[in-house]
């Protein structure tokens, strides 16, 4: 994809509207499966070529620590709540293997439906639903479609690229 058509594609904001319209969606969020074992997904078309996805979250589910290269996102609660764990602070995007995190730039964000969020290129995040026993069911949209996403381990403060992963590796 050219810088061109990344610069013309869907805004965070917009992202950040069509995830909430989406969970608003009743009959749609009802027709994700839920698995009480593991995660569930529903792909959706996203607006202006974004990738959408319905995400259902049993209880104690959650990501690891990713983030989406240089894909733009949102995502919002459509039921239950879920726990985002993130960096304020903006990290290389390339180049390193492991890093030292200062103190002071984690941040928690509970998400209770109806909440969502926008966030940029490189956003290193994880998310988990921390309750015991609830269902949670989120939307997420990102763009440009992920072209990949880089997942890390976490020791303390150290942070460690663990993993590329990339369209063919999800098929
Ligand atoms: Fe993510």
Do not use: C
Request: aromatic share 8%; no cysteine; glycine share 10%.
């Amino acid at each position: 994809m050219s810088a061109a058509e990344a610069a013309s594609g869907p805004t965070a904001a917009e992202l950040l509207d069509f995830v909430r319209r989406t969970a608003d969606d009743a009959a749609l969020v009802a027709a994700l499966p839920l698995d009480p074992e593991g995660r569930t997904w529903l792909r959706l078309e996203g607006p202006g070529g974004s990738e959408a996805w319905l995400i259902g979250w049993p209880p104690g589910t959650g990501t690891g620590w990713h983030d989406h290269a240089e894909s733009i996102g949102a995502f919002t609660i459509a039921s239950g709540a879920l726990r985002e764990h993130s960096l304020a602070a903006r990290l290389p995007a390339d180049g390193w293997k492991t890093l030292e995190l200062n103190e002071g730039i984690d941040r928690t964000r509970e998400l209770t439906t109806g909440r969502g969020r926008a966030f940029g290129r490189h956003h290193v995040h994880e998310v988990l639903n921390a309750s015991g026993q609830e269902h949670a069911v989120s939307v997420h949209a990102y763009y440009p479609p992920l072209p990949l996403i880089r997942r890390y381990s976490r020791v303390g403060a150290v942070l460690r690229l663990e993993q590329t992963e990339r369209p063919e590796d999800w098929q």
